[in-house]
T-cell receptor
Framework: AQSVTQLGSHVSVSEGALVLLRCNYS??????LFWYVQYPNQGLQLLLK??????LVKGINGFEAEFKKSETSFHLTKPSAHMSDAAEYFC?????????????FGTGTKLQVIP | DAGVTQSPTHLIKTRGQQVTLRCSPI?????VSWYQQVLGQGPQFIFQ???????GRGNFPDRFSARQFPNYSSELNVNALLLGDSALYLC??????????????FGPGTRLTVL
């Protein structure tokens, strides 16, 4: 079964500092990976997705993620944190081998941005 | 264009009762997926419906059921509610049920509390 593991349930960074949120995947086939963000009391918004076209994926709000097959990782980064980035971030993997799309989410990482 | 809408926003039920949650997908989207997000965890896949047929089901008991209507809106029903069913229920719509990198658009969710 495909799965993702997010390291660190809580991450704190200072405003303007680098944001690094870690995600490792487990998949027996080439994975299709996503990062979502969830603001309090809201649904999930897609930040970016990896579909094997390019290993470095750029998303919205200045976020990007790099797919590293050798490390089975898909870490999310942003060069400079903004207060508005405070939210919960979910890494996810998509599987359609059974004829439907099943998305499996990680347990999430809450990002705190300190002014 | 309106995004995915869900109703009601909040719901309080007692153990043993039944509940119906509703979702309207983005116009033109034919697939609806349901997820359960327990506090502090990532969303868990419950169902996917495409063209009014169930295409996939996650590891949830038969107390959970759903359907999709001709206008592609969907209802999630949960019978014999348990305390553990307390969660945020998210609906996501997409153009089709596949391919696996198909972007899903999430609604704001329905917060269900079972007392």
């Amino acid at each position: 079964a495909q799965s993702v593991t997010q390291l660190g349930s809580h991450v704190s960074v200072s405003e303007g500092a680098l944001v690094l949120l870690r995600c490792n995947y487990s998949s027996s086939v080439p994975p299709y990976l996503f990062w979502y963000v969830q603001y309090p009391n809201q649904g999930l918004q897609l930040l970016l997705k990896y579909t094997s076209a390019a290993t470095l994926v750029k998303g919205i709000n200045g976020f990007e993620a790099e797919f590293k097959k050798s490390e089975t990782s898909f870490h999310l980064t942003k060069p400079s944190a903004h207060m508005s980035d405070a939210a919960e971030y979910f890494c996810a993997v998509s599987d359609a081998r059974r004829g439907y799309q099943k998305v499996t989410f990680g347990t999430g990482t809450k990002l705190q941005v300190i002014p | 264009d309106a995004g995915v809408t869900q109703s009601p926003t909040h719901l309080i039920k007692t153990r043993g009762q039944q509940v119906t949650l509703r979702c309207s997908p983005i116009s033109g989207h034919k697939s609806v997926s349901w997820y359960q997000q327990v506090l502090g965890q990532g969303p868990q896949f419950i169902f996917q419906y495409y063209e009014k047929e169930e295409r996939g089901r996650g590891n949830f008991p038969d107390r959970f059921s759903a359907r999709q209507f001709p206008n592609y809106s969907s209802e999630l029903n949960v019978n014999a509610l348990l305390l553990g069913d307390s969660a945020l229920y998210l609906c996501a719509s997409s153009l089709t049920g596949t391919p696996i990198y198909n972007e899903q658009f999430f609604g704001p969710g329905t917060r269900l509390t079972v007392l």
